[in-house]
């Protein structure tokens, strides 16, 4: 297949060539992605796959990995732009599509560069440890996180290496390097327990344009009292409840921080919601028990959806004129490990469950909570949970997740 990709190469290098090639990459790149979206995983078919999709980055022509990289962001990152709807700021929803789709055209053009196969494959590594724009959901290693290849840094090396090397072997010898493949398989899962506790996850379906509504709120109150009320009936240790399933500053609403301490001394709650002290708002968990209760601030924000990850003199303008000051939010300095019934867990809000960050210091449990209702309808959930996988995968984590809309689960 290299082989013919060369004198592809040197034969066909043309528009209507570099734009069919470039797609089929880009499709390649991302078939894992839709196929989990349907709920199809085979790790036969990923494996393929990803190293066909990796080895056309490294031997397509120039014009055609400018194709491939627009159409991944397309493919991958299309919905985006649909949080902003939610800011007042909705026309923007195509625009930021676009954007996305030039930041990766961008983002894969530096292997477009060069026509030598092994300083693409050093520049393909290199670019596996960079995040535009403080973004980091484009791991290309990711790609094998349901396949028969490893998905450490050694294993994505290796695999450059093998695939780069065929362009440089003698004919007689050429596809030898793919030996280097059988260093890279992964057949045997890392070990991850399950938390010695019984943990309900709960998923709910609130809107995002309903969410935040006053006539909603008592609903949303109603919903979330016969959960917990439930999740004791059933016996379990912990319930735990999405992002903001709380849609409101906790510390000022006295009456359900009284009621949910007094359930805690049956049942353990984990539940997001909002603060707000010396006059700064914060995203945030509370973790209730015995009657007490602790809060976990988020650390890793979401660029542009809760800070604007600019200069500071263009900050406060793009803040103020296109999100009203909505992102604005303030971190805490370390990730926050809740003790509950004398087990550790490791919080993670949303964004922060597919940071390096969170499982980092040999976190073992996690308990993820998310709000997915922002990028309805797309394949969001999914890509979040392939990313929570492949950091799960790595460090050998387990990962209890609730969220709104889709997402929740134990991940694996």
Same mark, same amino acid.
């Given at each position: 297949?290299?082989?013919?990709?060369?004198?592809?190469?040197?034969?066909?290098?043309?528009?209507?060539?570099?734009?069919?090639?470039?797609?089929? #990459?880009?499709?390649?790149?991302?078939?894992?992605?839709?196929?989990?979206?349907?709920?199809?995983?085979?790790?036969?078919?990923?494996?393929?796959?990803?190293?066909?999709?990796?080895?056309?980055?490294?031997?397509?022509?120039?014009?055609?990995?400018?194709?491939?990289?627009?159409?991944?962001?397309?493919?991958?990152?299309?919905?985006?732009?649909?949080?902003?709807?939610?800011?007042?700021?909705?026309?923007?929803?195509?625009?930021?599509?676009?954007?996305?789709?030039?930041?990766?055209?961008?983002?894969?053009?530096?292997?477009?560069?060069?026509?030598?196969?092994?300083?693409?494959?050093?520049?393909?590594?290199?670019?596996?440890?960079?995040?535009?724009?403080?973004?980091?959901?484009?791991?290309?290693?990711?790609?094998?996180?349901? !396949?028969?290849?490893?998905?450490?840094?050694?294993?994505?090396?290796?695999?450059?290496?093998?695939?780069?090397?065929?362009?440089?072997?003698?004919?007689?010898?050429?596809?030898?390097?793919?030996?280097?493949?059988?260093?890279?398989?992964?057949?045997?899962?890392?070990?991850?327990?399950?938390?010695?506790?019984?943990?309900?996850?709960?998923?709910?379906?609130?809107?995002?344009?309903?969410?935040?509504?006053?006539?909603?709120?008592?609903?949303?109150?109603?919903?979330?009292?016969?959960?917990?009320?439930?999740?004791?009936?059933?016996?379990?240790?912990?319930?735990?409840?999405?992002?903001?399933?709380?849609?409101?500053?906790?510390?000022?609403?006295?009456?359900?921080?009284?009621?949910?301490?007094?359930? !805690?001394?049956?049942?353990?709650?984990?539940?997001?919601?909002?603060?707000?002290?010396?006059?700064?708002?914060?995203?945030?968990?509370?973790?209730?028990?015995?009657?007490?209760?602790?809060?976990?601030?988020?650390?890793?924000?979401?660029?542009?959806?809760?800070?604007?990850?600019?200069?500071?003199?263009?900050?406060?303008?793009?803040?103020?004129?296109?999100?009203?000051?909505? !992102?604005?939010?303030? #971190?805490?300095?370390?990730?926050?490990?809740?003790?509950?019934?004398?087990?550790?867990?490791?919080?993670?809000?949303?964004?922060?469950?597919?940071?390096?960050?969170?499982?980092?210091?040999?976190?073992?449990?996690?308990?993820? #909570? !998310?709000?997915?209702?922002?990028?309805?309808?797309?394949?969001?959930?999914?890509?979040?949970?392939?990313?929570?996988?492949?950091?799960?995968?790595?460090?050998?984590?387990?990962?209890?997740?609730?969220?709104?809309?889709?997402?929740?689960?134990?991940?694996?």
């Amino acid at each position: 297949m290299i082989e013919k990709l060369n004198k592809l190469r040197e034969k066909r290098d043309g528009k209507p060539f570099d734009l069919a090639i470039g797609i089929t #990459t880009a499709l390649l790149f991302s078939a894992f992605l839709y196929l989990e979206n349907f709920g199809i995983t085979l790790k036969f078919l990923n494996t393929l796959f990803g190293l066909l999709a990796i080895a056309l980055l490294l031997y397509i022509p120039k014009r055609a990995v400018l194709v491939a990289g627009f159409f991944i962001g397309l493919l991958w990152f299309y919905w985006i732009g649909y949080s902003f709807e939610y800011n007042g700021v909705g026309y923007l929803t195509p625009l930021v599509t676009f954007g996305f789709a030039v930041i990766y055209m961008l983002f894969f053009g530096v292997l477009a560069l060069t026509k030598h196969i092994w300083l693409r494959a050093v520049l393909l590594f290199g670019l596996s440890f960079f995040e535009p724009m403080d973004f980091n959901w484009l791991q290309p290693e990711i790609l094998f996180v349901d !396949s028969y290849i490893g998905i450490q840094k050694l294993d994505f090396a290796l695999l450059l290496l093998s695939l780069s090397l065929v362009a440089y072997t003698p004919k007689s010898y050429r596809y030898a390097p793919l030996a280097l493949l059988f260093l890279t398989l992964s057949f045997t899962p890392p070990l991850q327990k399950d938390a010695p506790l019984k943990i309900k996850l709960i998923a709910t379906d609130i809107k995002q344009e309903k969410k935040w509504q006053q006539e909603s709120l008592q609903p949303t109150l109603q919903l979330i009292f016969g959960e917990i009320n439930k999740a004791i009936d059933e016996g379990y240790d912990i319930v735990v409840l999405p992002e903001s399933v709380f849609p409101f500053y906790m510390n000022k609403a006295p009456t359900v921080l009284v009621k949910l301490q007094e359930l !805690s001394h049956e049942i353990s709650i984990v539940a997001g919601t909002l603060l707000r002290e010396d006059e700064q708002h914060y995203n945030v968990t509370y973790m209730f028990e015995n009657g007490e209760y602790q809060i976990a601030k988020k650390m890793i924000l979401v660029p542009f959806g809760e800070y604007i990850p600019l200069p500071s003199f263009a900050k406060g303008f793009v803040n103020e004129f296109f999100f009203g000051g909505a !992102s604005d939010f303030k #971190t805490a300095d370390k990730p926050t490990d809740f003790i509950i019934k004398g087990v550790k867990f490791r919080n993670a809000i949303c964004y922060e469950a597919t940071c390096k960050e969170i499982y980092e210091d040999g976190a073992q449990y996690v308990l993820a #909570t !998310s709000n997915n209702a922002w990028f309805y309808p797309s394949i969001e959930p999914t890509l979040q949970k392939l990313l929570i996988r492949f950091y799960a995968r790595k460090n050998g984590t387990t990962v209890y997740h609730a969220a709104n809309w889709k997402g929740s689960g134990v991940v694996k």
